[in-house]
């Protein structure tokens, strides 16, 4: 499970850049981020990732608080990030091996990979290709490669489909929609509205750092999504404050915080 409790971000150059975010992933659940440029998608990530400190409030992985016990919450989450990081003169094969070696998941011989590689949808002939020759989609399937490696019951990504053609992006949410069924909480983020209603059990709209609304697959039924998305984003939505009970909840790591009435946040 993954699980926001009153998380808030303010950066050191006094930018809130997360305010008081509540959400829940469960196991077998797909939760996409949608927002803006600048609304707080990478952050809530990264607060999960323990790549940046909370100022306020909780990132739990499996129950785990993330800022607490740092190493623990990461055996439990794999994360792909926008720009993949991978060796360009290594084939996909070792790159897949020399990360399995990192995280302690090696010995699975050359057969092994090749399975995890094909379960993601690479074509045979790229298996011992150096990857300088691959495409954005092939770096990016070779990334989630990756991040099944560890098989964790969690799994967090920033923009997988970002840049990627209509068949890239297709294969890429179904790798990811098999994974959440098989019992994986995913959490994502994107700009792809249509994908999002298309793959999601529940979507997020952030706005200036606040998730603003929320919705479920079935909601979505009936309303939408982009017609909401774009109603928040010019302003002609009333803004959703979070639930009472999680606000002041937690005055672990922040002096003290002050909410308005007019769902604007300031600290004080
Ligand atoms: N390291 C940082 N230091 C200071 N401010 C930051 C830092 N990283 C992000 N911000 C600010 O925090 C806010 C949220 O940024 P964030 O990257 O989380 O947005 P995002 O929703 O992921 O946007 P995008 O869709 O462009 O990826 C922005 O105002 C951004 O300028
Ligand atoms: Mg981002």
């Known amino acids: ?15 809130l850049a997360l305010d008081a975010l509540n959400l829940t992933v469960n196991p077998g659940e797909l939760y996409c981020l949608l927002g803006a440029n600048g609304a707080g998608k990478t952050t809530t990530l990264n607060l999960f990732l323990n790549f940046i400190q909370p100022t306020l409030g909780y990132a739990l992985i499996n129950g785990i608080d993330v800022a607490q016990n740092p190493l623990a919450a990461k055996e439990n989450v794999a994360y792909l990030s926008e720009n993949v990081c991978l060796y360009n003169n290594f084939s996909a094969r070792q790159n897949l091996e020399y990360f399995a070696t990192l995280s302690g998941q090696d010995g699975r011989g050359r057969q092994g990979y090749h399975g995890i590689l094909r379960g993601v949808g690479l074509p045979e002939r790229c298996f011992e290709q150096k990857i300088k020759e691959f495409s954005k989609g ?43 069924d098989n019992n994986k909480a995913i959490l ?37 999504l982009e017609r909401l998305y774009l109603d928040y984003m010019r302003g002609e939505s009333t803004v959703v404050l979070p639930d009472e009970d999680a606000l002041g909840a937690d005055s672990r790591r922040a002096s003290s915080t002050f909410y308005t009435a007019s769902a604007r946040t300031k600290f004080v």
Do not use: W
């Open 138 to 180: 092939m770096r990016q399937k070779l990334g989630i490669a990756i991040c099944m490696l560890k098989d964790t019951p969690a799994l967090i990504l920033d923009e997988p489909m970002s840049g990627l053609d209509p068949q890239a992006s297709a294969d890429v949410m179904e790798i990811l929609m098999e994974l959440r």
């Open 1 to 15: 499970m993954i699980e926001a409790r009153n998380l808030t971000k303010r950066y050191e150059d006094g930018i």
């Open 188 to 224: 994502m983020s994107t700009h792809d509205i249509f994908r999002a209603k298309e793959m999601a059990d529940r979507v997020g709209i952030m706005k200036e750092g606040r998730k603003v609304i929320e919705r479920t697959r079935d909601d979505l039924k009936f309303e939408n």
